[in-house]
């Protein structure tokens, strides 16, 4: 068949995203007035009007069946609409085409579209719509703060300038079981180490009196946070999924070659800011950082994002945003943070260096696996080559990621301790297990194997790994309590 002729697949898509409060224009002719934000802006303003009505309806209806669970989504053959109420009367709608095949006519006749609608899961894109509010909060606060504080329009202007760019890194294509967990990856380290890294934000706490919270991170992994763990959870998200990619540049010769710490006065070092100045030596120099609010459903502490980072090492440090940060401040965190950081990121590729080499070479496994746990929000995926905001790279076929997400659900539904096996078309067998607050998915490439055969791999699996430690021991601090995570 001529190319020209083939099949052309089309992944899921943004067709609109809108948020609205019905309380905003309750009586006829005043509709226009709910609508807080809407994408695309260039849409005309009765079919604005029109479809936030109809998702209001919709909303009301389902309201008379169950009061206090209000619809989450409504399939269609084209589309899939879903509905988020993270405030009171606040509605969030984001409406994604359905995945569909174009197939070639015979005789000149239209390509005829076949909509793929069980393609989509609601798990999956409910959560990514929650991630849309959970990162505008982090950064704005809540809608009911900037209503009170300017109105309507303070908070339009707020939406528009918030989701006019976020709404662009939102690339649907790429969502998976990962979004679902919006987990962190822990990087593994020894007790020593870990150590020197507690011992390092102590000192620089305590030099630095102005620090209020700190997060520590290697190589897009998290080793120590202050922070609440859902603060500190959308805050790892926008770290690795925005901030970090926008920074990367190919590293030091070597990658991390270590500075001699032996050598008298040495003072050289790698760090840099990653938010605020790009130089400190330029006189024009911007010492403005980004906001963000955490702790929102208390306190409501609005913060200065300082990331600072040196070699694949970075630290997050945050300030109460009241404080003038000035040249003098900035200079002097470079100068007490840069060297050690520098030195202490080197110890610890020095160190996970020479873990590996103890532990052998790594033989490529039977089986890939993702594994959550819920109580300390620890992830860990050797399914996932890469996973981005704009990109997931999977080992794995779409079709055997659909059905980790389908054995996610069926998890969901019941809090009972549970275990499914899945045999897939094209003979991997497929493996969730719920237990304990923790899950875990195994897909095994073993085309003969039997039912039997599969249980007891996966108990091998869970005896070696551990479901608890998954083969590796990070620690980390929230709101100042140890815990090994993992």
């Given at each position: 068949m001529a190319s020209g002729m083939q099949e052309k697949q089309y992944t899921p898509s943004l067709l609109s995203f809108f948020i609205y409060n019905p309380k905003f224009g309750p009586r006829e002719g005043e509709e226009e007035?709910?609508?807080?934000?809407?994408?695309?802006?260039?849409?005309?303003?009765?079919?604005?009007?029109?479809?936030?009505?109809?998702?209001?309806?919709?909303?009301?209806?389902?309201?008379?069946?169950?009061?206090?669970?209000?619809?989450?989504?409504?399939?269609?053959?084209?589309?899939?609409?879903?509905?988020?109420?993270?405030?009171?009367?606040?509605?969030?709608?984001?409406?994604?085409?359905?995945?569909?095949?174009?197939?070639?006519?015979?005789?000149?006749?239209?390509?005829?579209?076949?909509?793929?609608?069980?393609?989509?899961?609601?798990?999956?894109?409910?959560?990514?719509?929650?991630?849309?509010?959970?990162?505008?909060?982090?950064?704005?606060?809540?809608?009911?703060?900037?209503?009170?504080a300017g109105g309507v329009e303070l908070l339009r202007q707020k939406l528009e300038k918030f989701f006019y760019r976020y709404l662009q890194t939102l690339h649907l294509q790429s969502c998976d079981l990962l979004d679902v967990f919006g987990g962190?990856?822990?990087?593994?380290?020894?007790?020593?180490?870990?150590?020197?890294?507690?011992?390092?934000?102590?000192?620089?706490?305590?030099?630095?009196s102005l620090v209020k919270y700190t997060a520590f991170l290697y190589n897009d992994q998290l080793i120590w946070s202050g922070l609440e763990q859902d603060d500190m959870r959308i805050l790892y998200k926008y770290l690795t999924t925005?901030?970090?990619?926008?920074?990367?540049?190919?590293?030091?010769?070597?990658?991390?070659?270590?500075?001699?710490p032996e050598v008298a006065g040495n003072l050289l070092h790698y760090g840099r800011f990653l938010t605020g100045p790009a130089n400190?030596?330029?006189?024009?120099?911007?010492?403005?950082?980004?906001?963000?609010?955490?702790?929102?459903?208390?306190?409501?502490?609005?913060?200065?994002?300082?990331?600072?980072?040196?070699?694949?090492?970075?630290?997050?440090?945050?300030?109460?945003?009241s404080v003038e940060l000035t040249r003098e401040f900035c200079e002097q965190l470079d100068a007490?943070?840069?060297?050690?950081?520098?030195?202490?990121?080197?110890?610890?590729?020095?160190?996970?260096?020479i873990n590996r080499r103890i532990s052998g070479p790594?033989?490529?496994?039977?089986?890939?696996?993702?594994?959550?746990?819920?109580m300390n929000l620890a992830e860990k995926s050797t399914i996932h080559m890469r996973k981005t905001a704009s990109v997931s790279l999977t080992s794995v076929h779409p079709d055997l990621m659909k059905i980790l997400g389908d054995i996610n659900c069926d998890f969901a539904r019941v809090d009972e301790d549970e275990e499914i096996i899945v045999k897939a078309m094209t003979d991997y067998w497929v493996v969730g297990k719920k237990s304990d607050q923790r899950e875990l998915y195994v897909i095994l490439n073993q085309k003969n194997a039997n039912l039997i055969e599969v249980n007891e791999e996966v108990k091998r699996l869970c005896a070696t790994q551990d479901m608890t430690t998954l083969k590796t021991v990070s620690c980390s601090c929230f709101n100042d309590s140890i815990s090994v995570m993992q």
């Amino acid at each position: 068949m001529a190319s020209g002729m083939q099949e052309k697949q089309y992944t899921p898509s943004l067709l609109s995203f809108f948020i609205y409060n019905p309380k905003f224009g309750p009586r006829e002719g005043e509709e226009e007035k709910k609508i807080l934000f809407y994408h695309p802006s260039e849409v005309e303003k009765n079919e604005k009007i029109r479809n936030v009505g109809l998702c209001e309806a919709i909303v009301q209806f389902t309201r008379t069946f169950c009061p206090t669970k209000p619809a989450k989504s409504l399939h269609t053959q084209k589309n899939r609409q879903f509905f988020h109420e993270p405030e009171e009367n606040f509605w969030m709608v984001m409406v994604v085409r359905n995945p569909m095949i174009e197939k070639p006519s015979k005789d000149g006749k239209p390509a005829t579209i076949e909509y793929q609608e069980e393609e989509i899961l609601d798990s999956v894109y409910g959560a990514v719509l929650r991630q849309c509010y959970s990162m505008y909060k982090l950064f704005n606060g809540t809608f009911s703060r900037a209503f009170e504080a300017g109105g309507v329009e303070l908070l339009r202007q707020k939406l528009e300038k918030f989701f006019y760019r976020y709404l662009q890194t939102l690339h649907l294509q790429s969502c998976d079981l990962l979004d679902v967990f919006g987990g962190i990856s822990f990087f593994p380290l020894d007790k020593m180490t870990y150590l020197k890294i507690q011992s390092f934000v102590n000192r620089v706490e305590e030099s630095l009196s102005l620090v209020k919270y700190t997060a520590f991170l290697y190589n897009d992994q998290l080793i120590w946070s202050g922070l609440e763990q859902d603060d500190m959870r959308i805050l790892y998200k926008y770290l690795t999924t925005s901030l970090f990619p926008r920074h990367t540049e190919p590293e030091l010769a070597g990658r991390d070659s270590p500075l001699r710490p032996e050598v008298a006065g040495n003072l050289l070092h790698y760090g840099r800011f990653l938010t605020g100045p790009a130089n400190l030596k330029d006189p024009e120099a911007k010492f403005r950082f980004p906001r963000i609010f955490v702790n929102t459903e208390d306190s409501y502490e609005e913060l200065h994002l300082i990331v600072y980072k040196a070699m694949s090492a970075a630290v997050c440090f945050m300030i109460n945003a009241s404080v003038e940060l000035t040249r003098e401040f900035c200079e002097q965190l470079d100068a007490l943070v840069g060297p050690q950081l520098t030195l202490l990121a080197s110890d610890i590729c020095e160190q996970y260096n020479i873990n590996r080499r103890i532990s052998g070479p790594e033989k490529e496994p039977q089986f890939k696996f993702i594994y959550f746990n819920h109580m300390n929000l620890a992830e860990k995926s050797t399914i996932h080559m890469r996973k981005t905001a704009s990109v997931s790279l999977t080992s794995v076929h779409p079709d055997l990621m659909k059905i980790l997400g389908d054995i996610n659900c069926d998890f969901a539904r019941v809090d009972e301790d549970e275990e499914i096996i899945v045999k897939a078309m094209t003979d991997y067998w497929v493996v969730g297990k719920k237990s304990d607050q923790r899950e875990l998915y195994v897909i095994l490439n073993q085309k003969n194997a039997n039912l039997i055969e599969v249980n007891e791999e996966v108990k091998r699996l869970c005896a070696t790994q551990d479901m608890t430690t998954l083969k590796t021991v990070s620690c980390s601090c929230f709101n100042d309590s140890i815990s090994v995570m993992q």
